[in-house]
């Protein structure tokens, strides 16, 4: 099973807020010199919302821009966000404002870039009003994707060009214990509301802190402060040394205490949360569950029938393995031993070139391969991507996590997924096309993790096996995804238990009752985590047929993919919409 691999960003529950409402058309005689002004001030507005959220996360800020400088940013709070209600509901007033200002833009005076962006913030502002209800079902300590968890591998990865960003990241450090005070009363308040998380999701987040604040003075913060500290050429080496001792004094006594109280806090409540199945049993657990899944997959689908495109897709899939093998009874055999590539390094490259028969070339093939360190392993995904800044598009980062022991064509799909053509690929081809900045703060997992799951299916064929044993492989990987999807919609849609879950996987032979815990506590956790990928990877089939339907003759794998990275995540309807448009102008 492969858990969540995602783009690390957001650290707070505020997210942006932008609304749009609905314009008047243009009149046919408006002069030209007036739509060039539109386009120029609804630009202007845009990249002001985009500078103003920068300015309020220095996270935000440092894995957005390279140069902030360039954005007309010279100052900046320095602050992890505010997980408080009220800020929630400043917030929400905020919308109203934009939404105000918004409306006196002429949609059609706009260019279709142009329009693409309003459409896909209105979508966004329509998320987040639709999410304020839901303030305390929010969870910011999930097992494998919590604040507890990205954060370290965020501040390990903090960027440092000058001195500045030194003074930045250490001033950041001393508002962890602040920050962590905040989810700590936010979860002490779940707890009163009947809301908090189930014992065992407690009890792996507590682990997973006291791993972390195991000896202190040796915590992997301070070797990873050192290294980049020591990289900088214009510090004084006595600058520098000055520095690495108010790191570890800011790790030793600041970072690590923060943890040290979120586990207190954790094991203070650990048994108030009284809820150990899906979130239907919550008030209006189903209602937000709803919301989650629209929110996440970007589908405009209803959970009813999301369940009914798994259920088909997954005896399609199954049909067409059982054929392969009825035809073929030694695939049965069969191994990925015979890989084109074993090592990392190697299989990136090698997709780079494999990859261009679907894809056009790579806007930046540049990427770090880094592992995650050992006291992260435990809680970290077996690999993830983090993006670039927008500027600077050659910064980019792939993790490893040793102990997956992920090797052949698991690690081989696994690249794929997160570089080429996959998260990587994707990131650096829409910010060469030029979307408007404020998109790179909008997250639309289903297209970023769909998108991903995709390619990842497509690169069976790029892996050197024979067609039949790439093609066995990918139907598999395909029907078993398929199976979380539905216990996650299970689970948290329709109440199953522990016991529905077994019954359902017993009947695709998964009998082994320590996996199948394993797989129902971890969909507990993480709702609607694995329909972001399965959802999103059946939404791109169906665009795809629909292109092909469209476009005739005209159809190309190339062009069809150029104008999905073009367009940018969004709501799946949205691309639909743009396809078009885009798929005319996508070849580079």
Not at 237 to 246: A, G, I, S, T, V
Not at 398 to 408: F, P
Not at 470 to 487: E, G, R
Request: glycine share 4%.
């Amino acid at each position: 099973m492969r858990k969540k691999r995602r783009l690390f960003r957001f650290l707070s529950l505020i997210a942006v807020c932008l609304c749009l409402s609905s314009c008047g058309k243009r009149p046919d005689s408006l002069p030209s010199s007036d739509f060039e002004k539109e386009q120029r001030t609804f630009d202007a507005y845009t990249n002001e919302l985009f500078v103003q959220e920068l300015q309020e996360n220095t996270i935000n800020l440092r894995y957005t821009l390279s140069n902030p400088e360039s954005f007309g940013i010279h100052s900046h709070k320095i602050s992890l966000g505010n997980l408080s209600e009220e800020s929630s509901n400043n917030s929400l007033a905020a919308v109203e404002n934009i939404s105000a200002s918004l409306s006196n833009f002429n949609y059609n005076a706009l260019t279709t870039k142009q329009q693409l962006t309003y459409d896909v913030l209105k979508d966004n502002c329509k998320r987040q009003k639709a999410a304020a209800s839901f303030y305390f079902y929010n969870e910011p300590l999930r097992p494998t994707t919590g604040t507890q968890s990205e954060l370290p591998i965020l501040l390990a990865e903090y960027a440092f060009h000058d001195a500045c960003d030194v003074t930045d990241y250490l001033a950041l450090l001393t508002c962890i214990e602040d920050y962590f005070a905040q989810i700590a009363a936010f979860e002490q308040i779940k707890a009163e509301k009947g809301l908090f998380m189930s014992p065992y999701a407690a009890q792996e987040i507590i682990e997973a802190c006291q791993i972390f604040t195991e000896n202190p003075s040796e915590n992997y913060l301070i070797d990873t402060f050192q290294t980049r500290i020591d990289s900088l050429t214009d510090i004084p080496e006595e600058k520098k040394e000055f520095y690495k001792r108010q790191n570890q004094s800011l790790i030793e006594n600041s970072v690590v205490p923060a943890y040290e109280k979120l586990i207190q806090t954790l094991i203070e409540l650990k048994d108030r949360g009284t809820n150990e199945n899906g979130l239907c049993y919550l008030p209006e657990g189903k209602e937000y569950y709803e919301h989650l899944v629209r929110a996440n997959t970007g589908s405009p689908k209803t959970v009813k029938e999301l369940q009914q495109a798994v259920e088909r897709k997954r005896n399609l899939d199954m049909d067409a393995l059982h054929k392969l093998l009825a035809e073929n009874p030694d695939l049965i055999k069969a191994d990925d031993s015979k890989i084109v590539a074993t090592e990392p390094e190697a299989i990136l490259n090698h997709l780079l070139t494999a990859m261009e028969k679907d894809f056009y070339p790579a806007a930046d093939s540049s990427y770090e391969l880094n592992y995650i360190h050992k006291s992260l392993e435990d809680t970290l995904a077996p690999a993830f991507y983090l993006t670039a800044p927008i500027d600077d598009i050659s910064h980019n980062v792939i993790y490893l996590n040793q102990k997956s022991q992920y090797q052949g064509i698991q690690l081989f799909t696994t690249l794929a997924h997160e570089g080429f053509p996959g998260h990587l690929y994707q990131t650096t081809g829409s910010y060469q096309a030029k979307l408007s900045p404020i998109r790179a703060l909008l997250n639309y997992s289903g297209y970023v993790e769909g998108w991903a799951t995709y390619v990842e299916m497509l690169s069976y064929q790029y892996a050197g096996l024979d067609e039949n044993t790439a093609q066995m492989l990918m139907l598999n990987q395909s029907a078993l995804l398929s199976l979380y999807a539905s216990v996650d919609m299970g689970i948290h849609y329709d109440g199953w238990n522990f016991a529905d879950t077994t019954i359902f996987l017993n009947s695709f032979g998964i009998k082994d009752t320590e996996v199948i815990r394993s797989i129902f506590e971890l969909i507990v956790e993480e709702p609607s985590h694995y329909l972001k990928y399965y959802i999103g990877y059946l939404e791109f089939l169906e665009l795809k047929n629909y292109a092909k339907t469209e476009f005739g003759s005209d159809y190309s794998n190339r062009n069809f993919h150029q104008a999905i990275i073009q367009i940018g995540p969004a709501p799946f309807e949205i691309i639909k919409e743009y396809l078009k448009d885009f798929y005319a102008s996508s070849n580079p």
